[in-house]
């Protein structure tokens, strides 16, 4: 770019006398040569930083890693996307646990309505919503399965009540009825044991909570969950177009016995 500025440089000034044009191409010169140096020195700066750090590097001191321009003589080539293999019923347990901490958790209120909730799972692409109030508290958990299923249909009969009025909180599994899971445990499990624990249980969800330290022992926070949907399609079985608990069952049942 600097040898194109130059050249329009002394286009404009054709008719000037020789020894500016001289001047000028050797100003020009001078400043290629000035920015070559400086890249020279930038690049041979930037190789010290990178070569100088070391694993105690002062917190907050950031340097940049060592680079260079792209060679036209070599060739870029892209990756093969490689298909993940399923995970197998030894692989540790937190392979198929949502992680709270990695992951929002996707939240409702219990006062809104069981249409809303269904289309805040369409829209976020999840099964499960945690129920909380305003501090962020959890008192339970909703799925589309308790949506789509026969529960609201009951509820709205029980009550007397049309079935566009039933409301979160009427078909939620309240916090104390959930299956909990000591992450510390699920730390050392494997897929299959939790597996076994729901399918114990005969429940679709667990919550893996620890202790917060230095809080009550009734505080406790969530730190992940499990969905037998998403240990199952993580297990390689074809998702199921009707949530049936008995029949994912089966099938990772079938897994375990081939």
């Known amino acids: 770019m600097d040898d194109q500025v130059s050249g329009d440089h002394r286009g404009a000034i054709a008719g000037a006398p020789s020894d500016l044009s001289d ?30 750090q070391h694993p105690d590097q002062t917190a907050g001191k950031y340097f940049p890693l060592r680079h260079s ?8 080539n892209l990756p ?16 198929v646990m949502t ?4 992951v929002s958790a996707v939240t409702i209120d219990r006062d809104t309505s069981i249409d809303e909730a269904n289309q805040t799972m369409i829209a976020r692409g999840v099964r499960a919503l945690f129920v909380v109030d305003q501090a962020h508290q959890m008192f339970g958990i909703i799925t589309s399965t308790d949506i789509l299923g026969e ?14 009025e039933v409301v ?21 499990a494997r897929v299959g044991d939790v597996v076994a624990t729901l399918r114990l249980a005969g429940r679709h969800h667990a919550l893996a909570v620890e202790a917060i330290k230095g809080a009550p022992n009734s505080e406790l926070t969530v730190r992940g969950i499990f ?17 049936d608990i008995a029949r994912t069952f089966a ?5 375990i016995a081939s």
């Open 23 to 52: 001047a000028t191409a050797h100003d020009a010169g001078h400043k290629d040569h000035f920015l070559k140096l400086m890249f020279f020195q930038a690049h041979h700066r930037t190789r010290e930083l990178y070569e100088s």
């Open 69 to 76: 321009k792209a060679d036209p003589g070599h060739r870029y």
């Open 80 to 95: 093969v996307p490689s298909t993940l293999a399923p995970v197998q019923l030894n692989s540790p347990a937190t392979e």
């Open 99 to 102: 992680d709270l901490r990695r």
């Open 151 to 164: 529960r609201p249909i009951q509820f709205a009969r029980e009550r007397g009540v049309r079935r566009g």
């Open 168 to 188: 979160v909180r009427d078909i939620m599994t309240p916090a104390d009825r959930l299956e909990i899971l000591d992450f510390h445990d699920v730390q050392r």
């Open 227 to 243: 969905s037998l949907t998403q240990i199952a399609r993580q297990l390689g079985i074809p998702p199921q177009p009707i949530h």
């Open 251 to 255: 099938e990772i049942e079938a897994v």
